[in-house]
């Protein structure tokens, strides 16, 4: 056990994860969750949150295990993720932009502990500034500013990364309390009762079914080493399954209506939904098919069949427990996608 009082790296060799079972995790977090608060109290825990949607959700496997640990989380990101966690247990606060202003907002938590899940060295700093003692990965020359080191090591999921943050956490500062032996095989992000009375609403004045449909989400932002994460047959795709009789819904982002409408123009669009609304959504969908971004993870946490369209290295961002297609060799067809996606909704209806 390391020693509390020195300012060194914890040894996380051994917090690897392979096993993907739910048997232990669920069997764990009914049996001890209780048995933590209880035996040592709740310990306040700031956390900085990811910056992209699809990380966030991502983390949430982490989050809930602290929580049930025996963290008092308080969370800070961007302004969407506090719509996008309401539902979750612990609280979720927008941050104001800039260093100082974040670590103002930080200071206010009173926390003294801190968990990083970006790799930043802005956000470990706003972290210090606000005179909190966080945990996060090395790198970015941020060393000096980390009460808790951990090295990335290997290339893994991002689910599987966050997770090793998570237990270096736990490991340090909550030694006594039990911690799964395994990841959850699914990640689940709460809907609430508000967004789903929304997400309703919303199909209704699209004159869209109430369940069934499929979404699909072409939007997806930045490269991969150069390359687009933007699959370039959408349109090829939409056409098809519209002349198919597939009911096409699509939610689409900031800025992407004109764009999506002119790919897609034989979907139903619900623009201008918040991510809780779009979380209960997906939730009522036959199937989501997407590009790897945002979109394709919280589809993977509503319980929706999802397919993960890729044209590079899918290792750190498949679908969780979902599925996908494509590699770094090359985008996959129209005519890989279309039988793929029936197999698996055929999969999902037995």
Same mark, same amino acid.
């Given at each position: 056990?390391?020693?509390?009082?020195?300012?060194?790296? !914890?040894?996380?060799?051994?917090?690897?994860?392979?096993?993907?079972?739910?048997?232990?995790?669920?069997?764990?977090?009914?049996?001890?969750? &209780?048995?933590?608060?209880?035996?040592?109290?709740?310990?306040?825990?700031?956390?900085?949150?990811?910056?992209?949607?699809?990380?966030?959700?991502?983390?949430?496997?982490?989050?809930?295990?602290?929580?049930?640990?025996?963290?008092?989380?308080?969370?800070?990101?961007?302004?969407?993720?506090?719509?996008?966690?309401?539902?979750?247990?612990?609280?979720?606060?927008?941050?104001?932009?800039?260093?100082?202003?974040?670590?103002?907002?930080?200071?206010?938590?009173?926390?003294?502990? %801190?968990?990083?899940?970006?790799?930043?060295?802005?956000?470990?700093?706003?972290?210090?500034?606000?005179?909190?003692?966080?945990? %996060?990965?090395?790198?970015?020359?941020? #060393?000096?500013?980390?009460?808790?080191?951990?090295?990335?090591?290997?290339?893994?999921?991002?689910?599987?990364?966050?997770?090793?943050?998570?237990?270096?956490?736990?490991?340090?500062?909550?030694?006594?309390?039990?911690?799964?032996?395994?990841?959850?095989?699914?990640?689940?992000?709460? !809907?609430?009762?508000?967004?789903?009375?929304?997400?309703?609403?919303?199909?209704?004045?699209?004159?869209?079914?109430?369940?069934?449909?499929?979404?699909?989400?072409?939007?997806?932002?930045?490269?991969?080493?150069?390359?687009?994460?933007? #699959?370039?047959?959408?349109?090829?795709?939409?056409?098809?399954?519209?002349?198919?009789?597939? =009911?096409? !819904?699509?939610?689409?982002?900031?800025? =992407?209506?004109?764009?999506?409408?002119?790919?897609?123009?034989?979907?139903?669009?619900?623009?201008?939904?918040?991510?809780?609304?779009?979380?209960?959504?997906?939730?009522?969908? =036959?199937?989501?098919?997407?590009?790897?971004?945002?979109?394709?993870?919280?589809?993977?946490?509503?319980?929706?069949?999802?397919?993960?369209?890729? %044209?590079?290295?899918?290792?750190?961002?498949?679908? #969780?427990?979902?599925?996908?297609?494509?590699?770094?060799?090359?985008?996959?067809? !129209? =005519?890989?996608?279309?039988?793929?996606?029936?197999?698996?909704?055929?999969? &999902?209806?037995?």
């Amino acid at each position: 056990m390391p020693d509390n009082r020195l300012r060194t790296a !914890v040894d996380v060799r051994a917090l690897n994860t392979k096993s993907h079972s739910s048997l232990s995790y669920q069997k764990w977090s009914k049996q001890i969750a &209780a048995k933590n608060t209880a035996m040592v109290g709740s310990l306040p825990l700031a956390v900085r949150l990811p910056n992209w949607i699809g990380d966030v959700v991502m983390s949430v496997p982490t989050l809930d295990a602290l929580h049930r640990a025996g963290f008092e989380l308080q969370c800070f990101g961007r302004t969407w993720a506090k719509d996008l966690l309401a539902a979750c247990p612990w609280r979720t606060s927008s941050l104001p932009g800039g260093i100082r202003a974040d670590a103002r907002c930080l200071r206010a938590s009173r926390c003294v502990h %801190g968990l990083l899940f970006p790799n930043s060295f802005s956000t470990a700093l706003a972290m210090r500034l606000a005179r909190i003692q966080p945990a %996060g990965y090395t790198g970015n020359a941020r #060393w000096p500013l980390l009460r808790v080191r951990v090295a990335r090591g290997r290339r893994r999921h991002e689910v599987e990364a966050f997770w090793r943050l998570g237990s270096a956490v736990q490991v340090r500062w909550r030694p006594r309390a039990d911690w799964p032996t395994s990841l959850p095989r699914r990640i689940q992000i709460p !809907v609430t009762d508000r967004d789903r009375q929304q997400a309703a609403a919303a199909l209704r004045r699209a004159r869209a079914s109430d369940h069934g449909y499929w979404v699909l989400a072409p939007g997806a932002t930045g490269t991969i080493k150069g390359r687009t994460k933007v #699959w370039p047959h959408w349109q090829q795709l939409g056409q098809r399954l519209h002349n198919e009789g597939c =009911e096409i !819904v699509v939610c689409p982002g900031p800025g =992407e209506v004109k764009r999506v409408r002119d790919t897609l123009p034989a979907a139903t669009l619900l623009d201008g939904v918040g991510l809780g609304t779009y979380l209960a959504i997906l939730s009522q969908a =036959e199937l989501t098919i997407a590009n790897d971004s945002g979109p394709m993870h919280l589809a993977a946490a509503s319980g929706c069949a999802v397919l993960g369209i890729f %044209g590079h290295d899918a290792t750190r961002t498949y679908p #969780w427990n979902g599925h996908w297609i494509g590699d770094k060799s090359g985008w996959p067809s !129209v =005519e890989e996608v279309i039988p793929r996606a029936r197999r698996i909704c055929n999969q &999902a209806s037995h």
